[in-house]
């Protein structure tokens, strides 16, 4: 840890949980918010901090590529190079480090910890409806709910330089975010802790939420987006990953997205007998579940299993998805088994009160969601170096929305759906009455995140040119076009 960073937390004290303290009166609580403000003025979150203390981007992307599989690492590097939005998709770590230099509130929440545009979207609920909601949450942790907020905001203004907006357009797009956050968070307040337990964003029949979206650009745009959801579930995944051979289903290889293990080396992961090594371990990620849920799985056989790239971020890490066999070949249900690690949070609040990351995620995602994959669980050996795994279903009608080539007022409509949603999984975890309270009735916040959003995506862009530079000299490896 930093010395400046020591130098911020000196004095400051930390938990566990952010639940606020049940004998406070609400009146109590809002004194408290707003009291917050003398220590972190609204107008101080117009700052980045970062300067030339920050450290190397390219040295901190290093950093976390030490413990991640070697040969996928340029990958990784390959899609953050594709533009400067893709960066900052890759670049959580960076940014957390430019966070904790800044002004900090000290009301912590239950935080995403990478709350960019893209980590929004749909999934089924146990009702079988589409619900929006967050959808990525390895960096779970924590933290002063401002840091979520700003990592959204900033997405919001470097997505808008992608799409080509102009400065007035981005500054619109995101103060109106920061605003229906704030407004958000101000209604949370004056609701029911069982109110704002219940709160979730169902995509109705209809789309009704379309209709304040006026370009027929972006109406089509989020509608196919959210028609392909439904096609995005077990059946789906089966026709596209597997095949049968000689009768009997296997994952198809396409090196290096994706490698059945059959034909990677074997590894202290795993022994010569598959079968009975994943017997075992679904019987262990079987603990984590409901007993209800845990009747599901055992009604599933293990078929095959294969190493899959997925996402920006996350390359490099060991994710593998996982083919299990019901009632027949019909009847497939295929996990997801996904490497978690440290926070990239962690240096720079309390440490995780759990015993794994895989619980971390479980639990962080279980409290901050509305509704839930019911098969998210968690695996992990104890007093064994393996990594610790979170797993869930591969795709249950997921998406997300394209935002390459979104006019303004879609991105802007778009917005507002992330804005209420981040506020929604912050009340539930923090003293959203102090939240509210602090945030206040006026925008001297929304237009302090602005600032804050044109000063970091210029940052952001001198970041991805210091990786491209390192690209163009052979300091980083890279492989495109994946």
Same mark, same amino acid.
């Given at each position: 840890?930093?010395?400046?960073?020591?130098?911020?937390?000196?004095?400051?004290?930390?938990?566990?949980?952010?639940?606020?303290?049940?004998?406070?009166?609400?009146?109590?609580?809002?004194?408290?918010?707003?009291?917050?403000?003398?220590?972190?003025?609204?107008?101080?979150? !117009?700052?980045?901090? %970062?300067? =030339?203390?920050?450290?190397? #981007?390219?040295?901190? +992307?290093?950093? @976390?590529?030490?413990?991640r599989v070697p040969e996928l690492i340029p990958i990784r590097y390959g899609r953050m190079l594709i533009s400067?939005?893709?960066?900052?998709?890759?670049? !959580?770590?960076?940014? %957390?480090? =430019?966070?904790?230099?800044? #002004?900090?509130?000290? +009301?912590?929440? @239950?935080?995403c910890g990478d709350a960019h545009l893209s980590n929004f979207g749909v999934f089924a609920s146990p009702e079988r409806r589409l619900i929006f909601d967050l959808n990525d949450f390895d960096e779970t942790h924590l933290g002063p709910f401002e840091w979520d907020v700003k990592r959204l905001a900033a997405s919001l203004e470097i997505a808008g330089r992608d799409n080509g907006y102009s400065t007035k357009e981005r500054r619109q797009v995101v103060t109106s975010a920061a605003g229906n956050y704030r407004s958000a968070m101000r209604e949370f307040a004056a609701q029911s802790n069982l109110a704002v337990w219940y709160a979730h964003q169902a995509i109705l029949p209809g789309l009704p939420g379309l209709s304040a979206i006026q370009s027929k650009k972006g109406r089509r745009v989020v509608q196919k987006s959210l028609e392909g959801a439904r096609t995005r579930d077990n059946l789906g995944s089966l026709k596209k990953l597997t095949e049968s051979v000689d009768g009997q289903l296997r994952f198809v290889?396409?090196?290096?997205?994706?490698?059945?293990?059959?034909?990677?080396?074997?590894?202290?992961?795993?022994s010569a007998d598959l079968e009975s090594w994943m017997a075992e371990t679904l019987a262990r990620y079987s603990e984590s579940l409901q007993a209800d849920r845990r009747h599901l799985i055992r009604q599933y056989r293990f078929v095959d299993i294969a190493r899959k790239v997925v996402g920006v971020g996350s390359v490099g890490t060991r994710a593998w998805i996982i083919l299990l066999s019901g009632v027949d070949d019909q009847d497939p249900l295929i996990l997801q088994a996904k490497e978690a690690n440290a926070s990239v949070l962690e240096n720079y609040t309390a440490p995780t009160p759990f015993d794994t990351h895989g619980q971390r995620v479980v639990e962080g995602q279980r409290l901050m969601q509305a509704y839930g994959d019911v098969l998210l669980g968690w695996h992990y050996w104890p007093n064994n170096p393996r990594p610790d795994y979170y797993i869930r279903q591969l795709r249950d009608w997921k998406g997300s929305l394209e935002i390459a080539g979104l006019p303004p007022s879609t991105l802007a409509e778009y917005a507002k759906y992330c804005a209420w949603t981040l506020a929604r999984a912050h009340a539930r975890s923090?003293?959203?009455?102090?939240?509210?309270?602090?945030?206040?009735?006026?925008?001297?916040?929304?237009?302090?995140?602005?600032?804050?959003?044109?000063?970091?995506?210029?940052?952001?862009?001198?970041?991805?040119?210091?990786?491209?530079?390192?690209?163009?000299?052979?300091?980083?490896?890279?492989?495109?076009?994946?």
């Open positions: 840890m930093s010395n400046t960073l020591q130098q911020q937390q000196e004095g400051t004290s930390t938990t566990t949980t952010a639940v606020p303290r049940l004998s406070e009166t609400r009146a109590a609580r809002a004194a408290h918010g707003k009291s917050v403000r003398r220590q972190a003025p609204l107008e101080a979150h !117009a700052e980045l901090l %970062a300067g =030339d203390s920050s450290a190397d #981007p390219v040295e901190l +992307l290093e950093q @976390q590529s030490a413990n400067p939005f893709t960066f900052y998709r890759g670049a !959580a770590l960076i940014m %957390a480090d =430019d966070l904790a230099r800044g #002004p900090r509130t000290g +009301l912590d929440t @239950q935080l290889s396409k090196p290096p997205l994706v490698v059945p293990a059959r034909d990677l080396p074997i590894d202290t992961d795993a923090g003293d959203r009455v102090a939240i509210a309270a602090y945030l206040g009735g006026k925008d001297a916040f929304d237009q302090a995140i602005g600032d804050f959003s044109a000063a970091y995506a210029d940052k952001n862009e001198r970041d991805f040119a210091r990786l491209d530079a390192a690209a163009t000299s052979g300091q980083i490896p890279v492989q495109r076009g994946l």
